[in-house]
């Protein structure tokens, strides 16, 4: 039986293009599999989530990413996933309905920039609470444990 020795994602916030090295290693030197996505903000902070194996570092406004936080969802648990929307909304998007009744965004939404002490302590991930085919699926803080209201 081949053991496992986990090595951890590593990347350069201020970096022009992304720097991920994320891999599961066993002692025969095979690479397990791994599926995420990346919390990304460009300078004007708009936030765009991107397939962890994607090399796009330009948001659709042009600006290049100057934030990166990945979110692990090998096991669908979304380890390590920031709640933007919770924690660093400076404006909401700004949406229209056009005249067939459909609603389009005119201006994205604009969060601020967190700092790495926010990314220690507002990082999250999930469990599932109940028992098979009666519960839900609960978000917690990574550092302190405590559940998300």
Excluded at 64 to 93: I, P, Q
Excluded at 108 to 117: G, K, L, N, Q, S
Excluded at 119 to 145: D, I, M
Aim: aromatic letters at 14%; proline letters at 2%; glycine letters at 8%.
């Amino acid at each position: 039986m081949a053991r496992t020795i986990w090595t951890f994602g590593v990347y350069a916030r201020k970096s022009y293009r992304l720097q991920w090295l994320w891999g599961f290693h066993n002692y025969q030197g095979d690479i397990m599999s791994y599926e995420g996505h990346i919390q990304c903000l460009c300078s004007k902070g708009h936030l765009t989530e991107i397939d962890c194996r994607d090399k796009d570092t330009i948001c659709s406004c042009g600006e290049k990413f100057d934030f990166f936080n990945e979110v692990d969802d090998t096991n669908c648990e979304g380890n390590g996933k920031l709640h933007f929307d919770k924690h660093f909304l400076l404006s909401a998007a700004k949406m229209e309905v056009c005249n067939k009744g459909h609603q389009h965004e005119v201006e994205p939404a604009v969060y601020r920039h967190p700092t790495d002490e926010e990314v220690e302590n507002l990082s999250t991930y999930y469990e599932w609470k109940g028992n098979e085919g009666k519960g839900k699926f609960v978000y917690y803080y990574c550092k302190t444990r405590l559940p998300v209201k």
